[in-house]
DNA sequence: CTGAAAGCGCTTACAG
DNA sequence: CTGAAAGCGCTTACAG
């Protein structure tokens, strides 16, 4: 068999004939090359160069019990926050060496418990969840399983779940303090129905200001101190 | 073992020990049902159900060879066009039972080149991709292992190699025609800058409406006749 | 209709 | 430093 044997090329095991090694020393190659001498390193390395040879997850995650993927379940990627979110999740799984799940619920509470458990099939090393209303089942079994779960936009109510969420309150009473600080008296708060939590959150901020009112009566130049521009069109 | 056992349920061979079966049979369950007798099939999804056992796809996949996945990668999720085109992606993969893989090149071919090895690793059924510049040399990869791919808003120059495209140049056809037919006379094309092909084909396509000269002198009602309106921000 | 067994392509102790 | 072997959790012919 010559060194330039090109033949077919699909296992670690056509690697290993064709560099003359076994196997396990392909795998080490791949996975623990310092543990391997620098010639037997070499010729291994030309011939996956060589042949483009490119291992195989599904056996390499089976083995490891571990996939190195996660899922994220939105409400609608078209909504230009969730995109915002996909994008920086995105970015932040590749950084580590993960790959991303697109999911899109489109507010149907079938179609999250479906992903759910798909991705559950599919031993992701974690969940992203936008939530739709009730905390699906499905959640019992990522419990179970220990698979980690963290909510995004949606604070938890189980004092064990992780979630992330604007602090939508905080917002409103933000924007209507400075509204205040300016001088401004006779302030209007324009939004949408108040069965959408963030509107509700930002409304009980405004009331929150301008109960307190005024804090002190300095004017601070136009434009600055912008506050709750968290709105990214959720409602 | 009483038939409550719920004891640690991961495998399919913890479902078979449970329900008294082999663990062919609970694959069979899962797989190809008609071929199990009733009372069988009922005492298996009874275990499955009450124990929330989910197959494990790493292992499924590893020995079907396919994994019912796809990749997409695309220029950046945050420009409204590809954010759609993700969208309908996803939905028309999981219509399928197929699961979405998203990636971001961001404008770096190294990225870019990256996402697809990894893909290839990932053993997905097929992939989308909006290609940087040149097509990336790892496409000969998926070439040589069959893995389907589909350029997307881009012609290729191969002819073997599928995409799908908006005929810009029709667009600006369209479009400059339009306002020739009702009888504008003065036409004024705004765009961005000609490097990118879509503008400068669009381009091309009112020229040659307006070589063409109006067609017919007939007026349309106005607001009828739209053209040229899938320019979704790409420039 | 059901079970036993092989094998998917890797990784990882374990010997040598 | 290297190789032989077990095993990850499934599916699928193949017997019975």
Known sequence: ???TDTSV??????????????IG????????????ADTTRERVEEVIARTGFVRNASARHLRQGRTRTIGLVVQDVMNPFFTEVARAAEDAATDSGYLLYLCNSAGSPEKEAAYLRALVEQQVSGVLLTPLQEIPAVMNTLRARGTPVVLVD???EQPDQCSTAVDDVHGGDLA??????????RIAFISSTWSIRQCADRRAGVRRALRRGPAVRTRSPAGTGRAGDDDAGRG
Do not use: W
Not at 9 to 17: L, N
Not at 176 to 185: K, P, Q
């Open 1 to 3: 068999m010559s060194t």
């Open 9 to 22: 090329i699909h296992d670690i095991r056509d690697v290993a004939r064709v560099a003359g090694v076994s």
């Open 25 to 36: 020393t392909v795998s080490n190659v791949l996975n623990r090359p310092h543990m391997v």
């Open 154 to 156: 949606r604070a938890s």
């Open 176 to 185: 209507a303090s400075h509204l205040l600080s300016i001088g401004r008296r």
